[in-house]
């Protein structure tokens, strides 16, 4: 089967297309025939060799953390899955190629009348944002949550999130990205480029950082006493986080197909909207990283795999 992989680390120039052995499965695993995967963030700190450390992986190695695609073979212990099932679901590495093998819990059946190219858009924002905004902030209708970089592929679904659980919702993006979030239901707009969101927003109660570095520091003074800091970019500075009187934590979703079906019931209910910023082959994987590096996307990038 063909698959993208790099061998070395470093920039878009290392990913190759290689042909390698379509994976076997285990008796809790599904063999998934993959339609669709998108480039996130985390695939350019793992190509660029920065989470060695406390996340290593072992070269040559294949990208990818979300997937949608049909259910080709299920091993005798799998029950909520069956074989030609369309399904979504995240992991940590391997669906930048055309087959992959995955434990039944980490996948669930695509939201209904929803194609492959949107589940698979789906499939990381509906983890992170649940993981963010529910698991770690528990946040209920009535609060108050600001996100940066609510114009983004996590942020446009975390943004439509809290606005299902019933929060208000300040959001900071730049151009486009500022028409996005206002579509999609924003109570209040910050263009980060030319206003301080510091100096215009206060007492809120959950924030939700997907940008880091400075923006982050300067979160911490205008959470209210109690309030949460949840960052999936960076770990917040614990010294801050006394000083402030505020929850501040590193969020690290894992796969979970009950994170996805809270998820889903919210898109087949139309509270959730697929946003995808472009489609493109698995093919040129390399200028999709690039473009997703590059910074301003609204959306996800959509790598189509035929």
């Known amino acids: 089967m063909k698959a993208i992989q790099y061998t070395a680390f470093g920039g878009s120039e290392v ?26 963030p985390m695939d350019m700190k793992f190509r660029s060799g920065l989470l060695q450390k406390g996340m290593p992986i072992e070269l040559p190695y294949t990208p990818g953390l979300d997937v949608s695609g049909v259910v080709e073979k299920t091993g005798k212990n799998v029950k909520r899955i069956k074989k030609g099932d369309n399904f979504f679901g995240t992991t940590f590495g391997g669906t930048y190629a055309e087959y992959i093998n995955l434990n039944e819990n980490q996948i669930t059946i ?43 592929g996590v942020g446009t679904i975390a943004l439509q999130m809290a606005k299902a ?36 927003v206060s007492d809120v109660d959950v924030v939700v950082d997907l940008v880091g ?22 770990p917040p500075s614990e010294e801050l986080a006394k000083k402030f009187d505020i929850e ?13 079906d809270f998820g889903k019931k919210m898109v087949e209910e139309g509270k959730i909207k697929t946003q995808i910023a472009q ?14 590096s590059s910074g301003g996307i609204n959306g996800k990038i959509v790598l189509e795999i035929s």
């Open 15 to 40: 990913l190759q297309l290689n042909q390698i052995e379509k994976p076997e499965i285990n008796d809790d695993e599904v063999l998934i025939k993959i339609k669709a995967t998108t480039v996130n």
């Open 110 to 152: 695509n939201p209904k009348n929803t194609p492959n190219e949107d589940s698979a858009a789906l499939a990381i924002p509906l983890t992170t944002a649940y993981s963010i905004l529910v698991e770690n902030g528990q946040l209920s209708s009535g609060q108050k949550v600001l996100i940066h970089g609510a114009g983004g």
């Open 165 to 200: 659980i019933g929060a208000y919702v300040i959001g900071t993006a730049s151009g486009k990205g500022l028409d996005l979030i206002k579509k999609l239901g924003a109570d209040e707009l910050i263009d980060y480029k030319s206003q301080d969101f510091s100096t215009l």
């Open 213 to 234: 570095g400075e923006t982050q520091a300067k979160s911490f003074e205008i959470l209210k006493k109690g309030g949460k800091l949840l960052s999936t970019v960076q």
């Open 248 to 260: 501040a934590r590193f969020v690290f979703s894992k796969p979970s197909f009950q994170k996805l």
């Open 279 to 292: 489609v493109m082959k698995l093919e040129n994987a390399a200028r999709a990283q690039d473009l997703v």
